[in-house]
Structures are given as C-alpha cells and as structure tokens.
C-alpha cells in the first residue's frame, strides 16, 4: 500500500560508463531520453527538470537543469539545479519528490552526468587559503583515499578486519559488474589480483579505490495519481518511500572530507549515532520500514573498506560485524540482503552527479524484476546509501 | 650563505605556535567551553551557543591515534612536493582528549603504518612543508612518542 508521501519511479535510464571524453551534455540527455522511452512518455509532459550539477564541466555543469532542458528542446518546463558533491543526485530527487508532493508539479525528470578527468580529484586551480577543500591537498597533502584509507585502517586495528577481507568486497562486486551492460569495469579479479596492485593509500590498493568515470543517469518521476492514470494495464510502479538529505549533528566526531579535524566533544557529548549512520536512519523512518525488510541495498563503495562500514552504518549488522556478514557470503548475489548488485563503484568508477541516480536505476530495474544476470530473486524493496563531501546526507528507499 | 626565512605555510598563519613548546592554537568559546581547531570564522560551532567571542587557547600537544595512512602516490597540487620525486608520508588523524578533537597532520618522515597503531601516543611537532627560494614553509606534524629504552 502506497504511503502519502510516496512519488512514482516511473522511467530510468542510463548512458553506460566509461571514460569517452565526450561533452558531460550527451550522456545526460542520452539518459534523459532512455527513461523517457521506459516511462513511455514525451519529453513535452515533463514540468520540472531537476538536474545534478558537475563541477569540472564549467558554467553549463553549474545550471545542469536548464543545460539538459535547452539541449532537449525548451518546453517552458520549471527547473532547478543541485550541487551537494557525491549526493547531488538525490538532492536534485528530493526537490522533484517535494514539488511533486506539493501538487506543483506532476512529471518530474531527475538527471545528471559527469566527463572527468584523469586520476585523483583535485580542487580547482589557484590559491584559495580560506577553502578547507584547498587546505586539506596543500598543507597534508590528503586526498581523497586518504580519507578511504584511514577508515578502512581503523576497521583493522578496532575489529581485526583483513587485507583479504576488503579485496573479497573488490571481488564480490567486480563478479556482480560482469552482466551489469553499463558498467565501465566488467572483468572478474581475484583476491590476489586486488593486493597485487599498486598500493595507493596504505591498506588500500588500486584495485580498491573507485575511478572517476564519465557516464549519465536519469529518473522520471511522477505522482502516484499520474503513474495510476498512465500506467494502464502495466502494473503498479516502483515507489519512493523514503529521501533522506539529512546534515550531521554537532558534534561531527568522524573526521571526514574535505575537513582537516573533527568538531569537539567536550561540551556537547556525541550523538548515538554518527553521521553516516543517521543517513539511512532518516530514510527508514520515513519509509516505515526497517534494515530487517530490505531484498538488496546499493552503497557508496568509495573504497572495499567503505562499503563494509556501510553495511554497519545501514543497519545490516552490528558495528564490527561487517567482514563476517561478507564472509559469510550474505552480501553477495542468492545471499540473505545483496548489496551492490550492480557492482557498485567498484565496476563503475565515479561520475559524480550522475552516481546516485544510477543507484535509484539499479533498485528500480532489480525491484521490477529485469536486472538480467544479477537479479535479486523476488525483490521488493531497496535502499540507496551515499555521502557527499562538505556533509550532504544521501538515501533513497525505493518499494513495489 | 643567505638566511633563510622560515614562516607558516600559506593558509596555515597563526594555526601554530613554536613558542616555547610546539602548539596547535585553537579557540575556546566564551560562552559555552567548547573548542574549535581551524579557528572558526562565523562564530561558535554549537548551535545551541550562538557565542561570538573565543579565547585562543594552546591544544594539548599529545594525544592518542585515531587512524593512519601512508600516501604512496603523489598528491596533486596545491600540494607541494617537497623533493624531486615523491617519497612516500604517513599522515595520522590524532585525538587530542582533553579537547574532544581529532586532528589531521602529516606524520614526520621515516615513519610509516607499521610503526603505528590505533591508540598509540603522539606528540605534535612543527616541522618543514616544503622548501622554496629562502623560504622554509611550516606546518604542523605528528611523531610518536618514544617509548622507554628507544631513541625518538
């Protein structure tokens, strides 16, 4: 049964991932165009475009809405731009389910796509003193798997977890890839292939960090009353139960990117839960379900590392627990709750705005039942689980 | 033989003190107690305060790991590779008790992950960024502390 605040998924497309060195423009609007034809329905019934800004791509990247609606044709349609780093796409998603939940708007297209550039992500160019995103590269020289690196090192001398461990998250997850047909990395690797290659950030090799890919995703959103007048004999849609772009609470006690140091614990104590765990935790109370009733989740593999705090941090299992769920095969295709079956970052690299609306594509083509080669038997809901960088919260439960 | 000059790294001017013990230079707000490291530009970080006046205060110079890592590949610039080829560094997130705060540095040359460990003690140092025309560029670092019978 359809909660109040439900919003329909109604079409979902992707460009496939790569590094093609083409205009960021071409992969949202080919995207754009495959979720129009999935929802069956004209690019003109659109009345809000939603778009996630890139910020490497220059000033057509900082109004991607408008960017992605001139290069569809002007309909007069409404628009609005996001920027929250990795979250952007469900930042953009949250002001088409708030619009359409307002009555403002019926027929929401959610979009976004990166062209990036080779190796680590680095801040733009010039002297910037008073930009902690310039500060941390200048005066540590902490880039972004630094950041990876000292979470997974914390995971090894606080729970014992292992090389070994983060590599079978790099396998695991390259295996789901390989009948996934956007992904960019479809190969099979071996544990050994993984601590073979060059150590990047110690623990973490290069085979454990994501790439920086191009590549775009869309979503057409709709209200329940549109999908129900639309959808005719096709069956009741994937729904949006739950959007969480939640901040942090003061005290931030997990240092995290871009800052250089943590906010103080002495006068207010920390909060029960950390930030990234109160990320899916306002997901779920807004959906009304809990981790025990999810069929599969997608999460922000930065690094293998990362995705098994998230498995702690999305409520899969207790804190510390996360290598034996992953042992135990739980995590995987046929396991008790798959997680990345899509193959996550791991077999996508990064495109920044388009990431987490290709997370809301994999739970959508899963909860439908046409993830061809990686399908999650009998699935019927979902979570999306992501971070951006300067504190933007970012999840999505999506149910049939 | 010219003098060289040795002053902050850019954006780093009065983030420390060398004097008379290596510091870390912070903010206490008036108002409610709490510290701040970046200094804070907009007033006091809890939002239940709304304080506007800090003390500088000197953060504790020793504190325990919180995590480590070596940067074996060379960060892009505004790093500035301080040789000719980049050497390996550690870089340590240590938290400093009495503040309630952890602190991201650069760990000072010739210690890597190995010879760290979650927990373990540190001490703060000031050390050299990088060097260019006669100028030495400072910047905060973390050491471990020396244990008993071994030389730091």
């Known amino acids: 049964m359809a909660g109040q605040h439900d919003v329909a998924v109604l079409g979902v497309g992707m460009h496939p991932w790569g590094k093609w060195g083409r205009n960021f423009v071409e992969y949202g609007v080919a995207a754009a165009q495959d979720a129009l034809r999935d929802a069956g329905i004209a690019w003109s019934d659109v009345d809000f475009v939603s778009g996630a800004d890139t910020m490497r791509n220059g000033y057509p990247g900082y109004v991607s809405g408008a960017t992605f609606a001139q290069a569809l044709g002007w309909t007069g349609a409404r628009v609005a731009s996001s920027y929250a780093a990795c979250a952007s796409g469900v930042t953009a998603l949250e002001a088409a389910r708030t619009r359409i939940l307002a009555g403002l708007a019926d027929v929401a297209l959610v979009v976004g796509a990166d062209t990036t550039p080779k190796g680590f992500l680095a801040p733009n160019a010039g002297d910037r003193p008073t930009d902690p995103d310039w500060l941390r590269f200048r005066l540590v020289g902490a880039t972004n798997p630094t950041y990876f690196a000292l979470a997974a090192r914390r995971r090894m001398d606080l729970y014992g977890a292992t090389s070994e461990d983060f590599a079978k998250v790099k396998v695991k997850n390259a295996k789901n890839g390989l009948a996934n047909p956007n992904a960019r990395f479809q190969k099979e690797v071996s544990v050994d292939d993984v601590l073979a290659s060059p150590m990047v950030a110690d623990p973490l090799h290069l085979l454990e960090i994501c790439a920086t890919s191009d590549g775009g995703a869309a979503v057409i959103l709709t209200s329940m009353d549109f999908a129900r007048r639309h959808a005719g004999s096709a069956g009741p849609p994937v729904r949006v139960a739950g959007v969480s772009t939640v901040t942090p609470t003061y005290p931030n006690t997990i240092i995290d990117l871009p800052d250089m140091a943590t906010d103080s614990t002495a006068v207010v104590a920390r909060d029960e839960r950390t930030f990234k765990q109160s990320i899916a935790h306002a997901a779920y109370e807004e959906a009304g379900i809990g981790p025990d009733d999810l069929s599969l989740a997608e999460v922000y593999d930065l690094s293998t590392a990362l995705e098994l705090d998230w498995y702690e941090d999305i409520g899969l299992c207790k804190q510390g627990e996360a290598e034996r769920l992953l042992n135990d095969g739980d995590t995987q295709l046929g396991g008790r709750i798959p997680v990345n079956p899509s193959g996550g970052l791991a077999c996508f690299g990064e495109a920044v705005p388009a990431q987490a609306i290709a997370q809301i594509c994999e739970v959508t083509w899963q909860l439908r039942g046409q993830a061809t080669g990686r399908q999650v038997e009998g699935a019927t809901s979902g979570i999306t689980a992501n971070q951006g960088l300067f504190g933007h919260g970012s999840s999505v439960i999506l149910v049939k | ?152």
């Open chain 2, 1 to 152: 033989m010219t003098t060289r000059t040795q002053a902050p790294a850019l954006g780093a001017e009065g983030w420390f003190t060398a004097d008379p013990e290596p510091a870390l230079l912070g903010q206490q707000c008036s108002t409610c107690g709490t510290f701040v490291f970046p200094k804070a530009n907009y007033g006091c970080p809890n939002p239940a305060c709304g304080g506007t006046e800090f003390d500088e205060v000197r953060l504790s110079r020793f504190g325990t790991v919180w995590s480590y890592t070596d940067a074996c590949y060379q960060p892009p610039a505004p790093y500035v590779t301080p040789a000719d080829e980049h050497v390996p560094f550690c870089i340590a997130a240590v938290e400093l008790a009495d503040e309630g705060l952890v602190i991201m540095g650069q760990v000072v040359a010739g210690v890597t992950v190995a010879d760290l460990k979650v927990g373990q003690r540190m001490e703060l140092v000031i050390d050299v960024l990088f060097r260019d025309d006669g100028t030495d560029h400072l910047v905060w670092k973390w050491k471990p502390v020396a244990t008993e019978g071994e030389v730091a």
